[in-house]
């Protein structure tokens, strides 16, 4: 038998038939592929609704990763709004203001910005931690849900009908036998590694770089409550602090990078050689130790468009479905508010039975496009920042410094930008604004820092820079455009 945990009743209650069949049978109304941020939200929320839900997980051990540790105020509302909030407790969560950019030693600060309808202008805050305490929180908030079952078992195959498509439920494998799982949805939220992405959804995730993670111990950081950008000659460092005494510490390595190559020492030579002498100086000493520790993990950042789920009986999501460059830290705050959204637009009221699946495609269709308010801010935001800070031709370093000096005026130039990709602003136009006063800046700055005789040739240039700037950004408006 499967390893199975649910919060059963009290002895002196009344046996649920419905949690028996999950138990007995593995029917329920719902069958979850992932026990990860999406995969426990939705099976909450859908609980809470009164649906019967069966949540399946490889492994229930707590997880090890290097991405998945910063939350940003707009995922911080949506976990509220799942009645979520306070698996952020006793995992020594740190509380994150805002980020601080540095560039070239020169140093920014950008705080999050106060709710335009908020009288009192308390600005909003976020959250860091270890990924692996808060996935466990959220798979123990999912056991405590009633009608909800957990059972640990290899998702292996989708049950498919023969005649139609439709999905009618799961292939699992528990302690090396077959097993089985029914119901009339089945959500498949198994990450950016999915096994059945492939079969359902026609892109591919593009990824041309890693992420290099590093734990740095009592760190002392430039800015406390901050997440931190460095800015140089290589592409971003990025570092947070996701414990009392651990800071993360995260390199993007493109592909084929020199400097990281095997002759030159790999990805040690690079972080020793390339990477530290760029950061501040205070925190140079800590970032080393780790280096000598040797506990050095990678994970690929990857892109993959939105896709509109069309198939009968099954819904797939989360990274699963969409990923945008972690450099943002815009990940789990899609997975909460898709978590949310959803929940809404299947809600019994709307969506009785889940048997009726033309019901909930049209729901599905509603949904691929009202996310777009939020997701699309963030997709874009994440691919085209990525972009800037990891610039490395002349145009892209001229849109970098433009960045870094729209940022240095402050005001609505800081407010506008972290309130996109804190999830606080949820509008495309407002993105779409400051992404080109950024360029129109860089334009300036790159045409008026030139002397009297390089003139002609940087208003040349300038052409150049704007274009390199539509090369950045329309590519995924496009994308997000398609259906």
């Keep these: 038998m499967p390893l199975m945990l649910d919060s059963p009743p009290p002895e002196a209650a009344p046996s649920d038939p419905r949690e028996e069949r999950r138990r007995l049978h593995h029917e329920a109304d719902v069958v979850v592929i992932g026990a990860g941020i999406l995969g426990c939200a939705l099976a909450v929320a859908l609980g809470n609704q009164g649906r019967s839900v069966i949540l399946l997980e490889r492994s229930l051990k707590q997880p090890d990763r290097i991405v ?44 999050y910005p106060a709710a335009a309808d908020d009288t009192e202008k308390k600005r909003p805050e976020g959250r860091s931690f270890h990924h692996g305490r808060f996935i466990q929180r959220l798979r123990e908030a ?11 078992t290899t998702a292996t195959d989708l ?3 023969g005649w139609t498509g439709q999905i009618l439920g799961v292939e699992g494998k528990t302690k090396g036998e077959k097993d ?18 492939k079969e359902y959804i026609k892109h591919t995730p593009i990824s041309k770089s890693k992420f290099w993670g590093l734990e740095l111990i009592d760190a002392d950081l430039p800015l406390p409550h901050h997440g931190h950008v460095v800015l140089g ?38 972080l020793r ?6 950061l501040p100086k205070k925190v140079q000493p800590s970032f080393e130790a780790a280096i000598d ?54 809600s019994p009221e709307l969506v009785p039975t889940f048997d009726d699946t033309k019901l909930v495609l049209k729901q599905m269709e509603r949904f691929h496009w009202q996310r777009k308010s939020l997701t ?108």
């Design 68 to 111: 998945g540790e910063l939350l940003q105020p707009g995922g911080v509302a949506a976990l509220e709004r799942l009645g979520l909030r306070d698996c952020l407790e006793d995992i020594d969560a740190i509380k994150v203001e805002g980020y601080e950019v540095i560039y070239y030693g020169e140093e920014v600060r950008i705080p």
């Design 142 to 152: 999912a056991m405590r849900t009633p009608n909800v079952t957990v059972i640990e």
């Design 180 to 197: 089985y799982f029914f119901g009339a949805l089945t959500i498949v939220a198994d990450g950016y590694a999915s096994k059945f992405r």
């Design 293 to 346: 520790s040797g506990a050095l993990r990678s994970m690929p950042n990857s892109f993959l468009p939105p896709s509109t789920n069309t198939n009968p009986g099954m819904v797939i999501l989360g990274d699963a479905m969409n990923m945008r460059h972690p450099l943002t830290g815009g990940g789990m705050t899609v997975a909460f508010n898709d978590a949310v959204l959803l929940s809404e637009l299947l």
């Design 233 to 270: 000659d290589g592409a971003p460092v990025l570092l947070y602090q996701i414990g009392t005494h651990e800071t993360r510490a995260l390199i993007d390595i493109p592909e084929h990078l020199p400097s990281a190559s095997v002759k030159n020492g790999g990805v040690k030579g690079h």
């Design 376 to 483: 699309s801010v963030i997709n874009i935001l994440a691919q085209a920042l990525y972009s800037l800070f990891a610039a490395n031709d002349p145009q892209l370093k001229a849109l970098q410094l433009g960045c870094f000096r729209y940022f240095q005026r402050g005001g609505a130039c800081i407010d506008g930008p972290v309130g996109l990709l804190a999830g606080i602003i949820r509008r495309p136009f407002v993105l779409f604004y400051h992404f080109f006063a950024v360029a129109l800046l860089a334009i300036w700055i790159y045409i008026s820092s030139a002397g009297i005789l390089n003139l002609p040739v940087r208003l040349v240039g300038s052409v150049g820079v704007f274009w390199k700037a539509c090369v950045v950004i329309f590519p995924y408006i496009f994308s997000e455009l398609r259906a």
């Design 273 to 278: 050689d390339v990477v530290l002498p760029s």
């Design 159 to 161: 049950v498919k009908n």
